[in-house]
T-cell receptor
Framework: EAGVTQFPSHSVIEKGQTVTLRCDPI?????LYWYRRVMGKEIKFLLH????????ESGMPNNRFLAERTGGTYSTLKVQPAELEDSGVYFC??????????????FGDGTRLSIL | AQSVTQLGSHVSVSEGALVLLRCNYS??????LFWYVQYPNQGLQLLLK??????LVKGINGFEAEFKKSETSFHLTKPSAHMSDAAEYFC????????????FGKGTLLTVNP
């Protein structure tokens, strides 16, 4: 089966511009997560979708970040306007419906975002 | 709330030597524990996980980890390192049965010397 796919793999934009990252989860996975790793820091949770609904968005840095998951399939993460501190690697992960048995999250290769 | 501490941001071993990567966690509820590996320019790949039951869990590529509740540890080991094991390793925790988001440690970069 196809894994989690993220697009683009790299993006370089100038401060103040807008960027949209896309994630296609594994088919049939209800849960979709976004994480971010800023250089030198740990990977941090941004938000969690269950199907099309936002289950937890406690990790979103501020209102410049907007995540959507249309029809419970792919998801987009838009940064508008981008600031220098938004640079980092953005990871998407998906997992099957939780049954209380620790369904593992499957990660994409990430999008490396550089803000100049 | 959960937190993870990985001791040693960089570990270097010789090929054939024991690999030991340390992970300590903090969790207010019974945890689920995971080890992920990231090879250069790739995403995170699950090595192994602990949810319930047997405390010694075996994963892919000959790795294993032992959950020790009394020590709040989940150290990753491999008896004999291969050159192909060179990568960055992440320990992660999530709260069982409720909040499934992962909290990661800062990662340990493993170097394997010939």
């Amino acid at each position: 089966e196809a894994g989690v796919t993220q697009f683009p793999s790299h993006s370089v934009i100038e401060k103040g511009q807008t960027v949209t990252l896309r994630c296609d989860p594994i088919s049939g996975h209800d849960n979709l997560y976004w994480y971010r790793r800023v250089m030198g820091k740990e990977i941090k949770f941004l938000l969690h979708f269950v199907k099309e609904s936002k289950q937890d968005e406690s990790g979103m840095p501020n209102n410049r970040f907007l995540a959507e998951r249309t029809g419970g399939t792919y998801s987009t993460l838009k940064v508008q306007p981008a600031e220098l501190e938004d640079s980092g690697v953005y990871f998407c992960a998906s997992s099957q419906a939780h049954r209380g048995d620790g369904q593992p999250q499957h990660f994409g290769d990430g999008t490396r975002l550089s803000i100049l | 709330a959960q937190s993870v501490t990985q001791l040693g941001s960089h570990v270097s071993v010789s090929e054939g030597a024991l690999v030991l990567l340390r992970c300590n966690y903090s969790s207010s509820v019974p945890p689920y524990l995971f080890w992920y590996v990231q090879y250069p320019n790739q995403g995170l790949q699950l090595l192994l996980k602990y949810t319930t039951g047997a405390t010694l869990v075996k994963g892919i590529n000959g790795f294993e980890a032992e959950f020790k509740k009394s020590e709040t540890s989940f150290h990753l080991t491999k008896p004999s390192a291969h050159m192909s094991d060179a990568a960055e390793y992440f320990c992660a925790v999530s709260a069982s049965r409720s909040n499934y988001k992962l909290t990661f440690g800062k990662g340990t970069l493993l170097t394997v010397n010939p």
